[in-house]
């Protein structure tokens, strides 16, 4: 069994950056696209960033230039640079992941911009 569990999040002021985190474990033997996904209130769960085993990320319209996905393969984490932040970023954040060649989720981490 594995668990992908996310941290980072928190309360900040707009414009200012948040770091968030994800950690696999458990029984791993192969993690191929790894992303960030968020959900506003009231809202469906939007792809943020997407990063692949091999390639370029790919980014929503609304955060390029603001955020950075990136991954480090030895710690089977992956990690979202979220700067410039805005009210309408705030959301639940959740990581995905393929692991084992099934797609696993984290239960969330809350993200808070205050205008």
């Known amino acids: 069994q594995v668990q992908l569990v996310e941290s980072g999040g928190g309360l900040v002021q707009a414009g200012g950056s948040l770091r968030l985190s994800c950690a696999a474990s458990?029984?791993?033997?192969?993690?191929?696209?790894m992303g960030w996904y968020r959900q506003a209130p009231g809202k469906q769960r939007e792809l943020v960033a997407l990063?692949?085993?091999?390639?370029?990320?790919r980014y929503a319209d609304s955060v390029k230039g603001r955020f950075t996905i990136s991954r480090d393969n030895a710690k089977n984490s992956m990690y979202l640079q979220m700067n410039s932040l805005k009210p309408e970023d705030t959301a639940v954040y959740y990581c995905?992941?393929?692991?084992?060649?099934?797609?696993?989720w984290g239960q969330g981490t809350q993200v808070t911009v205050s205008s």
């Open positions: 458990g029984s791993i033997f192969s993690i191929n696209n």
């Open positions: 990063i692949p085993t091999v390639g370029s990320a």
């Open positions: 995905n992941a393929v692991i084992n060649s099934r797609p696993s």
